[in-house]
């Protein structure tokens, strides 16, 4: 089996070419979904379209408003991407099944530097299937991840972690938060809650009840 390669300039223009409908430029969401899946096709199992959003959300410009797309240095950079990660991917897919088994997850995560305890890695395996609609009742899948549930699940740590170091200034491995905050994130438990969590906890942190009075003397001030 051989390994997908990042294109050469000449490629990626015949791919853009190839997928750019109407010549945009850019290519949108489900652009990215087909050639992603077709161009994988049979190295790794389909990308679905929660995986390619967090997948594209990293590789477009910060700035980007209205609907997600990519340029072609945006897409040159996702393949390289994607070539790297499943080099790796397939390091620890002993069998060459295009499955990982549960250790394998975590021991590939302890190489990027990311020490999560099994419990939250079931966690997150768990919720990712529950949004894909992939968990049936009486029904028991098996303790293992496809290539596309690898890297959706590496994006989102990644993520999780920037955004965490963005807020632990201090290098302390902890962060305070208000109240409200920490329930934001609870509930929305995405990037965007994230990503709002840092705008609102910073410069300034600490941890505040709601149903503290001196929070709304401050916030009337």
């Known amino acids: 089996m051989t390994y ?9 223009q015949q791919w853009f070419i190839r997928y750019d409908r109407g010549q945009k430029g850019h290519l949108t969401m489900d652009e990215i979904q087909a050639l992603l899946n077709e161009r994988g096709r049979p190295l790794w199992a389909p990308f679905d379209q929660d995986t390619t959003l967090r997948l594209v959300r990293s590789f477009a410009p910060p700035n980007n408003q209205g609907p997600l797309v990519l340029a072609q240095q945006g897409f040159v950079g996702l393949w390289k991407y994607l070539c790297q ?3 790796i991917f397939m390091n620890f897919d002993a069998d060459r099944s295009g499955n990982i088994s549960i250790s394998e997850l975590q021991n590939a995560l302890d190489c990027f530097g990311f020490r999560l305890p099994p419990r939250l890695i079931q966690l997150m395996i768990h919720k990712q299937r529950l949004s894909q609609g992939k968990i049936q009742k009486g029904r028991q899948l098996p303790d293992e991840v496809d290539f596309p549930a690898f890297i959706d699940l590496c994006v989102t740590v990644k993520q999780a972690t920037d955004m965490f170091t963005r807020l632990d200034t201090n290098r302390s491995g902890s962060v305070q938060l208000y109240w409200e905050n920490y329930m934001d994130l609870i509930v929305g438990g995405n990037y965007i809650s994230l990503e709002k969590l840092v705008e609102q906890c910073q410069p300034k942190f600490g941890y505040v009840n709601k149903a503290d009075p001196s929070r709304d003397d401050e916030s009337s001030d």
């Not at 997908?4 to 990626?12: H, K, L, N, Y």
């Open 4 to 12: 997908p390669t990042a294109p050469s300039d000449a490629e990626s």
């Open 85 to 87: 990660w499943h080099g």
